[in-house]
């Protein structure tokens, strides 16, 4: 199911060192692109290569589909670290916006047989995006345009205050999909935003930019064709599709070190 795998470690590790405690651990499930972040491991990815092969995953459109086949393929991208990680640590796990319990259900079965967790907790991709961007303070409109889903999501100092989402994503446009119909969406989700709670915070995150993540990202003629609907600047993220990632895994970090304010 996955190929081209790469790890990343956040500094060099001993093998066979002890952890003297819970591991902090991060997870991100994507329609094409799985990663797992892991304290003292680094983070470790996993993608698809071919763009027509949706009829073969797990995940599809931000969903798990097929729990035995995620299990199985999580389980072998886990092997690939030097250093095992350990049962028992306390994982974050992304979620795209508006995921129903149902949705979540079937994620924490797969995140329980895959880490054996003494505690799992799941946060927006979103907020995680901002978080690894070092971008959470303030207003930001963050657009998140992955290989089959595409969130929009207006944040107050990194907490979510409106959102939406859409099952289209760059993989798209493989299958016939147009640019213009992704910036298209994200204007349609934009405008439902003016018009719900989160208006007052809008002109002030249209003025700052909107952080754009995920595989869209690596689009350049899509990070223009948004900046042009939405008539405001368009920043793309220094790492956009593993910002997420490394957002949950700084917030994993916290809840460590600050359990209470979890």
């Known amino acids: 199911m996955l190929t081209q795998v790469s790890c990343t470690p956040d500094r ?3 093998t066979g060192r002890r952890d003297s405690g819970p591991v902090a651990l991060a997870v991100d499930l994507g329609s094409c692109t799985t990663g797992v972040w892991a304290a ?6 996993a993608s698809c290569t071919d763009p027509g092969s949706a009829t073969a995953e797990a995940v599809r459109r931000g969903r798990i ?3 035995d086949e995620c299990i199985a393929s999580l389980s072998a991208l886990v092997r690939r670290y030097v250093e095992p990680v350990p049962r028992g640590g306390v994982i974050v796990a992304c979620r795209p ?3 129903g ?3 979540l259900r079937v994620s924490r079965r797969v995140l329980q047989a895959v880490f054996q967790p003494r505690r799992v907790l799941f946060i927006d991709s979103v907020r995680a995006a901002a978080i690894g ?7 930001l409109l963050v657009v998140d345009v992955g290989a089959e889903l595409t969130e929009v999501a207006l944040l107050r100092e990194g907490r979510v205050t409106a ?3 859409i099952d289209i994503g760059v993989r798209d446009l493989a299958r016939g999909a147009t640019l213009e119909l992704i910036t298209d969406a994200v204007a349609s989700h934009v405008n439902a935003v003016r018009a719900g709670p989160g ?3 809008l002109p002030a995150a249209l003025r700052r930019g909107a952080l754009l993540v995920g595989a869209g990202a690596s689009q350049p003629e899509l990070t223009k064709a948004l900046a042009r609907t939405l008539r405001a600047p368009v920043h793309r993220a220094a790492s956009p599709v593993t910002a997420a990632l490394h957002g949950a895994g700084q917030v994993a970090k916290s809840i460590l070190r600050h359990p209470a304010g979890a």
């Open 40 to 45: 003292r491991r680094g983070s470790i990815s």
């Open 133 to 139: 961007s070092g971008a959470a303070a303030g207003t």
């Open 101 to 103: 319990e149902a949705e």
């Open 163 to 165: 959102a939406r989402r």
């Open 97 to 99: 916006v508006l995921s």
């Open 12 to 14: 060099p590790h001993t």
């Open 199 to 201: 208006a007052a915070d």
């Open 65 to 67: 589909v097929d729990a």
